[in-house]
């Protein structure tokens, strides 16, 4: 699974659902895959704003990934300037910058294929088995 | 017409294969009326990427159809899709049904997020959801056996496949609703206030005339605080009932 669909998830315990700290959930004993995929940029711009940043911040350090930038990126920073200043007008393809290929390659290429989803509220632990998160909790079957 | 993504991959002895249910979502999805209604609500200047949540994808066909066909749904491109299913295999499968759809288009490619195992939308964060579309267990059938699920959700250890009654638990969990076929929808309906987004969230819910599709629409009007509940698809017109319809379920604006 992908680390941005955690920006998407939460605790399945209901009650845990007003608590602050059921919010990111907390990645343990991750194995990690890179799979590539086209870096879309009009996308990251515009998710720039539903993202959790500081949430996405701890979570990939707590995977031990390179550290992302403090204060969340805004559109400008996406984009790489251009070698040359007098083609920055025009309809050139813009280029993404350094920042737009680190966020990417958290966001979108790193999986967690195998591992542990920890609610910080209820200790609860949610199994991810090849590359598939399971929510599923004994109270739902019954 | 838009194609129909391929489900060609998945064994359909354990996982719902795509039928008119599925049909009717896709049609209505991409019917001029509710590209017009989403166009509207998610314009491209006035909001985010709208992420779209597909609870039971079952084969995944429909949330394929979505992320194959942003531009034409939603007229742009940067859109997310995640989908939730309680059968492990169907997990799985859609998860490749929705990518290949992806795939097979040069243009018009949308986000794929993934799809995670679960109970209905329980792992969902509160408020996050701008598109929520479900096709539930319908039928008027009696619930299998919860208790089991676990043993039946894998593979049993050291064998290479499920076995014939684990597929009919699966399948059954699948279209068994309970009384009414309506076991499941209203446990889904009393999380659909709790997981939209405040700004525009939007609800489809397909129902079968067992389901008694006016009553459940007039049950959302009563929620008050501005829910609307509309007809926007149908199909199997007998005798002047539809079989199935597809309900839209919104807040109205202001």
Redesign the interface.
């Known amino acids: ?2 680390l ?2 955690l ?6 315990v ?1 009650t845990c ?1 007003t608590q602050p700290s059921s ?1 990111p959930l907390h990645p343990r004993d991750a194995e990690l895959e890179i799979i590539e995929a ?1 870096l ?1 940029l ?2 990251l711009r ?2 720039l ?2 993202l959790m940043w500081e949430d996405i911040c701890s979570v990939a350090r707590e995977l031990g990934l390179p550290a992302l930038p403090a204060i969340a990126p805004i559109p400008a920073d996406l984009l790489a300037a251009p070698l040359d200043p007098s083609t920055t007008t025009g309809g050139a393809e813009q280029e993404p910058s350094q920042t737009a290929r680190d966020l990417h390659r958290v966001l ?1 290429e790193t999986c967690i294929q195998e591992g542990k989803l920890v609610c910080g509220c209820c200790g609860h632990e ?1 199994a991810v088995k ?8 004994p109270g ?3 | 017409m838009l194609p129909t993504p391929s489900t060609s991959h998945i064994c359909f002895d354990r996982v719902y294969e795509p039928a008119e249910d599925s049909y009717l979502l896709l049609d209505t999805l991409s019917s001029s009326s509710e590209t017009a209604f989403l166009r509207d609500r998610f314009h491209e200047t006035s909001s985010t990427p709208p992420l779209v949540l597909e609870v039971g994808v079952g084969s995944g066909v429909v949330l394929a159809f979505v992320a194959a066909n942003p531009g034409t749904i939603f007229g742009r491109h940067d859109v997310l899709t995640l989908g939730t299913d309680i059968n492990s295999f169907a997990c799985k499968a859609a998860a490749q049904t929705v990518r290949h759809a992806i795939k097979e288009r040069e243009d018009d490619r949308s986000v794929f997020l993934d799809v995670v195992n679960g109970d209905l939308a329980s792992a969902i964060r509160p408020n996050s959801i701008d598109v929520f579309v479900f096709n539930p267990p319908y039928v008027p059938a009696e619930l299998p056996d919860l208790s089991c699920h676990d043993r039946h959700n894998t593979i049993p250890h050291g064998k290479k496949a499920t076995s014939f009654e684990q597929d009919s638990y699966l399948l059954e969990l699948s279209y068994a609703g309970g009384e009414d076929g309506m076991v499941v929808t209203n446990r889904m309906l009393e999380q659909i206030p709790e997981i939209l987004s405040g700004e525009g969230g939007v609800a489809y819910v397909l129902l079968c005339a067992q389901n008694k599709p006016e009553v459940v629409k007039q049950r959302i009007r009563d929620w008050g605080g501005g829910w609307m509940a509309e007809t926007v698809g149908s199909s199997g017109k007998k005798a002047g009932w539809e079989k199935l319809v597809v309900v839209r379920i919104w807040k109205s604006a202001g």
Do not use: D, Q
């Open positions: 699974m992908k941005l669909t920006n998407f998830l939460t605790c399945a209901k659902k919010f086209e879309n009009p996308f515009n998710i704003p539903r979108l949610y090849e590359g598939v998160a399971n929510f599923l909790l739902h079957l019954v």
